[in-house]
């Protein structure tokens, strides 16, 4: 086990000592299409995430974090490899049948790689979308010792199904059981099997991605609250289910009481204090099935929704906890992004930081402890809905449309200092910043045969 980053990055003091011999824990937590103010701590009003809330006030909340892409598959894979999405190799939801999502490259080297060389027991439990089963891609040669739930994305779009895959089994699953449920006891499991030793438990989550589906003893409270929606029917993935408002509210709430669950487990096997535990989202809200998101104002105070480079596409409630080394109710908004927390995890567990990285370690922010690298800026691109394009660099965002018929179309350009919710394009105003911005935008994307602004997928 590699220690000696270990003992260089927590040299600053018993409050935030490690064991030399004990890398952290780390547990994260991805929700599926949760927006920016879908949490009470991220300012949400309609309904209530005590556990959630209470985690950000023991911990820190990132307010300027950003997902690696506004759709599912290139979120994750930025995540997996530490690379934006004009580097990484999967760039959108490319499917392939009759289950499953295209792989990415064998020779790929992920975030759990790198954690299980350094020792890492690594489970995953949740959606994957990287690789169909039996792939090169697929979670067993991805870097998981374990992994349980929906290879697939397409499977995921239903809470009740007849099958989950356990590692490389296709298991039968009954009809009538929340499959949200079976994906979190598995995963608690896995802690308590791995709590001697350092572990990755990843929990790239369903929740609340359409369809809203939720038993109903849950959906029952909300639909009190929110009587007014009883005669809307939500409809998807073959899906319908009478108030979806009520229903999304309630799917929220038991995320959040699992991940409560998930707290207290980590304390009452007394390792709370060797765990970092991240909760954020890989996209902005969704608009299917029902779900009302200007309802529930689920992007905040931010432009768009998913499938937009526009904030709100993009923007996450994102949380970092762990007990002693990061400060209890702080707050950061150093602009990050998904693809940061490898290198930050690899930082932590004292393994070498691979070169060529588009993300820098977050580790210097989370904890206190020497000076944060900066980003040049933070760049995404998408390839539906005409083709898209996003650059940040400081207070300045370009966001470029209808890249598929015009590569050199002129962005909108907004000043989210004073202008958060880019309500006005100063592209004319500004020809200095905007020429800059799409140098940088233009030399981002690196062409690639699955993905051109060519072709729409």
């Known amino acids: ?151 697939c994305q397409r499977h995921a779009h239903r809470y009740y199904t ?120 890989d996209n902005g809200p969704h608009r299917e099935g029902g779900h009302r998101p200007t309802f529930f104002n689920s992007n905040g105070p931010y432009r768009g929704f998913k499938r937009d480079h526009y904030e709100g596409g993009i923007r996450e409630p994102t949380i970092a906890s762990w007990p002693g080394h990061v400060p209890a109710g702080s707050t950061s908004d150093f602009a990050s992004a998904g693809w940061d927390w490898l290198p930050t995890f690899c930082e932590l567990a004292g393994v070498a930081t691979p070169d060529g990285l588009d993300g820098v370690s977050l580790a210097p922010t989370l904890t206190g402890s020497g000076r944060q690298a900066p980003h040049d800026y933070l760049y995404w691109e998408f390839h539906e809905q005409g083709g898209k394009q996003a650059i940040r660099r400081g207070p300045w965002k370009a966001v470029r449309l209808g890249v598929g018929a015009n590569p050199h179309a002129t962005p909108e350009l907004y000043n989210l200092d004073a202008d958060p919710g880019e309500t006005t394009n100063v592209a004319k105003q500004e020809p200095a910043v905007l020429a800059e911005l799409v140098g940088l935008m233009e030399a981002a994307h690196t062409p690639s045969p699955r993905y051109d602004f060519g072709a729409s997928e």
């Open 1 to 151: 086990m590699k220690v000696t980053a270990l003992a260089i990055l927590f040299s600053c003091g018993a409050s935030c000592a490690v064991a030399a011999d004990r890398p952290p824990n780390i547990v994260f937590v991805l929700a599926d299409d949760l927006g920016y103010g879908d949490l009470g701590c991220f300012g949400q009003q309609q309904f209530t995430t005590p556990r959630l809330d209470e985690l950000a006030a023991e911990g820190m909340r990132l307010t300027q974090h950003y997902a690696g892409s506004t759709v599912c598959s290139p979120s994750r894979c930025a995540l997996m490899t530490g690379l934006h999405t004009g580097h990484c190799p999967t760039r959108g939801n490319t499917e392939h049948q009759p289950e499953g999502q295209a792989p990415m490259p064998g020779d790929l080297v992920t975030l759990a790689d790198r954690l299980q060389g350094a020792g890492y027991a690594t489970g995953g439990f949740g959606k994957w979308g990287l690789g169909y089963p039996g792939s090169e891609s697929d979670p067993l040669n991805s870097g998981f010792d374990h992994f349980f739930g929906y290879n």
């Open 162 to 281: 007849n099958y989950l895959w356990d590692d490389d089994r296709r298991i039968a699953i009954e009809p009538a059981q929340y499959t949200h449920d079976l994906i979190f006891e598995e995963a608690l499991a896995f802690i308590r099997e791995h709590r001697e030793e350092p572990f990755f438990c990843f929990l790239p989550v369903t929740i609340p991605h359409a369809a809203l589906e939720v038993p109903a003893e849950a959906q029952a409270p909300l639909r009190k609250q929110f009587a007014q929606f009883d005669n809307v029917v939500g409809k998807y993935a073959g899906a319908k289910v009478t108030n979806p408002v009520a229903a999304f509210a309630a799917m929220v709430q038991r995320l959040d009481g699992d991940v409560g669950r998930l707290v207290d487990l980590l304390n009452e096997l007394g390792i709370a204090e060797n765990t970092l535990v991240v909760f954020t989202s």
